[in-house]
DNA sequence: CATGAATGAGACTTCATTCAT
DNA sequence: AATGAATGAAGTCTCATTCAT
């Protein structure tokens, strides 16, 4: 083994965990997690099958920590984003949604949701893990933003837990195509990151509509 | 085994494939493909391990029959309802999404979603089929309603790609969740008949609205 | 069902045992006992699964059926043949091993070989069966003769029972071949009746010889 | 599992294979192909029925494996061996056949065609490689030097494919029987080894013999 | 008698996990 | 720390046999 080899090996050792996450994330997205060989992620990660079990003491116990892994950080980064932005709560929802969803969407990380959706059934801790962690945070801080805008008067008095959903879940959804139809076939009449901005600015106008009557009276 | 079921031997010998699907379709739903075991099925529809493979020939030929069963007959009967619907695109487009929607997610075939998003990419049979026999009809009929609605000054001249995955993609979700996080904990803030009208209402309201000035002057 | 369907079906009830067995031949010797599926047999024989075991109570009596009955006649047959044929032990041998050999070769009983071979050390009571019922009774025939060649001064002196089988063996071995590789691959370099008496012959010969010296003297 | 036996995990790794072979080649020949058990293989080797498919990817390539391993070899070696002989026709297929019969006779090899015979048509692709590995090659050494004697005017001008078979197909027989009802009753008379000389011997003077009239008339 | 739906033991094969090296 | 040979539980699928019709 050439001393390079070896200067590559140390290099790599603390990378492992990391290399061995992004495997099983790759894998477990596209397969399935039952579906998924612990070999291949050992194998795709450039270890070998024993070395995985060095690291993760089961097949199950690393699903748990790529879930965990790839979300941890992400939902704190766009809480503190958020606390940034300026001005209307339409200005700041567009900013907030646009930007984090446009970047998550062209990530890896993606892959999550369409984890989470297939093995939560099979695995219920993640349920509890992914809604504390995940979706409780990030609907509070939408809904946040949305239950200010209804304050102000910018937006209308609509339900709000609804119109959230009618925001983020379309959001979800693409990512969740992006892994599944979306890879299959080429990505027949679905561009991700131009929907996300569209969608967004369609849900804002629905939100701040005066709905106009259809016949408006003129001012007296 | 009883009298009584063998009696109704033969009565049920036709019903039998309907039985193994709906075992499997909930089975797959609930588990994935790959970790449902063939004797659960057969043992769900009532049947033996080997009465199974009387009527499909492998785990994976009962996973397309799942997929083609739930789908085929409420695509054709959503587009015939639809073309009963009187009025205006706004209207039609709520009494096809809401009615439609609603049903399906309150019955079992909703989880075929599920199944598709998750098994799609070990089964790349079922994108072909699913995309020309459910997207591309699904997409065509309410895109085409979208358009005549912007042709005659209805809405305004969204995208209407965009548009329309706005419209559909939190309703695929919300059927995605009711099968996934949904069934795992107590629905916790998603009631989904309520969200379907709620959410149809708000990007009509989007698509429809008169963008009003954020301060509107008064009227002289 | 017509009336001549149901003459017909009165007419084959006889015939269901013989028919089974030929179907039941065919099947084990062209694919082994093993591997051939009880619902074949009664396949081939026009009759449904359940009807086989109306006739026999298992696949194994059905295997021991098949081998006893193509046995039984052909053996006794050859027997009585054997004894009505006149001249030198020469002319009796060639006689009877031509014209039963080439008879049993053209024959699907030729097959019987193949299976007791293949067969017997799954199912010992097969063993003495055959061996009681064929080998010994044709041995004895066709040692007999060879034996009173030689009192007669006709064949040397050969050790009679290695004699009889280079007679023998080779007959036996291309009824094997006939349905094993010559039933795989067009029967290359190996015409069964023509060979079966340049065997004999050749043999004979053999046995008839005064062996030459390679230069032979002329008389002086 | 015992130390002893972990000690020789290493030592047994290049040994595996090899012994895999022999397992299945004495079983298959047993009990046929069909009716082994992959188990009972890997049991028969000292190993775990996962190991065997680490060697072999499934029951169907260890048979051909086994069919191609035993045969090889031999072909090859006989051939060699054949070209050292010196002497008359005569005297290089005494030499020759019965040299390398006997050894083969007595070497668990021998099953090789009982193997070949009874699954040659449930695996067409035996046949070919069989045909192409042993048959042709084998029937080329012996046939060329029959026609060598014939040539010389050593043999009579019989015909070379039969003289061939009735030569090498009791030979082969011999071997079938050993495995089959040879197998299971004690060896009732035949005595391979010694079978063998006397066969070549006799079909030899039947292919030298000057054919003597039946009535020889005494020399003046 | 004849049928064929149903059964379930049993075979092949896979793969998560272990552990000597 | 890393490897990969070995294991055996578990899953898919087959098929001999039964039995109500």
Redesign the interface.
């Known amino acids: 083994m050439s001393p390079a080899d070896l200067l590559h090996r140390r290099r790599r050792k603390e990378a492992r965990p990391q290399e061995l996450l992004d495997a099983a994330l790759e894998l477990f997205v ?6 998924t060989r612990a070999e291949q992620v050992a194998a795709r990660a450039g270890v070998s099958k024993g070395t995985l079990y060095l690291y993760y003491p089961s097949k199950e116990e690393l699903l748990k920590a790529v879930i965990g892994h790839y979300l941890s950080d992400r939902i704190a980064e766009g809480a503190a984003r958020a606390a940034q932005f300026p001005g ?1 709560a339409g200005e700041l929802l567009r900013g907030m949604l646009i930007d984090w969803w446009t970047q998550l969407y062209d990530s890896p990380a993606s892959g999550v949701f ?1 984890l ?7 695995f ?1 801790e993640i ?2 893990f ?2 504390a962690q995940v ?1 409780e945070p990030a ?1 509070r801080l939408v809904s946040g933003v949305v239950r200010q805008g209804i304050a102000r008067g ?1 937006f209308r008095a ?2 709000v ?3 959230v ?2 925001l983020v ?2 959001l ?3 990512c ?2 992006r ?3 979306g ?3 080429g990505d ?3 561009d991700g990151s ?2 996300i901005a ?2 967004v600015n ?11 009557a259809p016949n408006p009276l003129p ?2």
Chains 1, 2, 3, 4 share one sequence.
Request: proline fraction near 5%; aromatic fraction near 6%.
């Open positions: 596209e397969k399935g997690f039952a579906a209307s369409k989470v959706i297939t093995e939560v059934r099979n219920p349920a509890d992914y809604a979706i609907h910018e609509v339900d837990d609804s119109a959903h009618s879940l379309p979800v959804m693409i969740l195509h892994h599944s139809l890879a299959c076939r027949w009449h679905l131009a929907f569209r969608h369609l849900v804002l106008d629905g939100l701040t509509a005066q709905v106009a001012c007296p």
